[in-house]
């Protein structure tokens, strides 16, 4: 599958803070090894735990390539989004690793790593959830369960067993954080349990707050059923066949609809994955809202999953849906 995602830059952005405006700029300023925008953006969001959460998940995917966290150590060595971003870049690394032909022994030391950092960092932040989100993470590095933390057990006999006490203790802090929920969607999803997963929305996902990107989850869900099918032209027939997708897809959009202002705005991410499944269920003139709401921002899933020419998959779904406006 070509992976390239490169539509018109004078027309589109693909930037990872979205939305985000002050985010971009520290985002900017580290790539060019300059941390102190991040430093006064991440003292600005200490306590609200969604914007901190993504905002040092962003910061640190950019600090893990570059060496600029050791120049602010040097400065400021015990500054609390310091220590946060070191537990984040340590948890990139060893994703990073993971994902590439490596040592094995480097990436059990890697991970090893990144785990004693989330642990102290968890011990020195008390109220901080990303060193528990950074523990959630590394939980899919482990599918079959060696880690007692990965296997305990579930809150009810639809669940199985998994990173629960993780999962609690993320939740103590931000009952509905966004990345723990999709986290722990991912421990599933790595270990191809499609039927864990779905119960695990089904019974965590009752209650979210109304206009909570939450209410995207189950469209990751969708879009990963599809990419793993060897026979793609049956389950494609999910999207105008099934009712509950339908259903569930209407629902995130109300949700979207609902959501609360610049500063509840959805991660441009969940918005590409609403439109797609707008437009893939037939209701082109919402999948057109969606598209309008969050251009010029552009992602790049969950279009390379779904289709050999991603750019091309996007720009038809756009133009279908607007020319319904019409």
Same mark, same amino acid.
């Given at each position: 599958?070509?992976? $390239?995602? !490169? =539509?018109?830059?004078?027309?589109?952005?693909?930037?990872p803070a979205g939305h985000d405006?002050?985010?971009?700029?520290?985002?900017?300023?580290?790539?060019?090894?300059?941390?102190?925008a991040a430093r006064a953006l991440l003292a600005?969001?200490?306590?609200?735990?969604?914007?901190?959460?993504?905002?040092?998940?962003?910061?640190a995917s950019v600090a893990a390539h570059t060496d600029v966290l050791d120049h602010w150590a040097a400065a400021d060595p015990a500054n609390t989004g310091l220590v946060t971003l070191r537990a984040r870049v340590a948890v990139e690394q060893a994703l990073m690793t993971r994902s590439q032909p490596a040592d094995p022994r480097r990436?059990?030391?890697?991970?090893?790593?990144?785990?004693?950092?989330?642990?102290?960092? $968890?011990? !020195? =932040?008390?109220?901080?959830?990303?060193?528990?989100?950074?523990?959630?993470?590394l939980a899919s590095l482990d599918p079959t369960q060696i880690r007692p933390e990965h296997r305990v057990p579930g809150p009810d006999q639809m669940i199985p067993p998994g990173p629960w006490g993780l999962f609690d203790q993320v939740r103590r802090a931000d009952p509905w954080n966004r990345e723990a929920f999709h986290r722990v969607l991912r421990v599933w999803l790595a270990r191809g349990e499609s039927g864990a997963a779905t119960n695990f929305l089904a019974t965590y996902l009752t209650g979210a707050p109304e206009g909570s990107p939450l209410h995207a989850l189950p469209l990751y869900l969708h879009v990963d059923r599809y990419r793993r099918a060897e026979r793609k032209d049956a389950v494609l027939l999910q999207w105008t066949g099934d009712d509950v997708v339908r259903s569930t897809v209407l629902q995130a959009y109300e949700n979207w609809r609902a959501a609360p202002g610049e500063q509840g705005r959805w991660?441009?991410?969940?918005?590409?994955?609403?439109a797609h499944a707008l437009w893939a269920t037939r209701h082109p003139r919402q999948a057109a809202q969606v598209f309008a709401a969050l251009t010029p921002f552009v992602s790049s899933q969950p279009w390379v999953s779904l289709a050999p020419r991603p750019n091309d998959a996007?720009?038809?779904?756009?133009?279908q849906s607007f020319a319904a406006t019409r």
């Open positions: 599958m070509n992976t $390239a995602f !490169t =539509l018109d830059p004078g027309r589109f952005v693909q930037h405006g002050e985010l971009r700029g520290a985002v900017e300023e580290l790539q060019r090894g300059r941390w102190m600005a969001t200490w306590g609200n735990w969604p914007a901190w959460t993504s905002r040092t998940q962003i910061l990436v059990a030391l890697l991970e090893q790593a990144a785990r004693e950092m989330c642990w102290w960092a $968890a011990s !020195t =932040l008390a109220d901080d959830p990303v060193p528990w989100i950074g523990l959630l993470t991660p441009v991410t969940d918005e590409h994955h609403l996007l720009r038809q779904a756009m133009a």
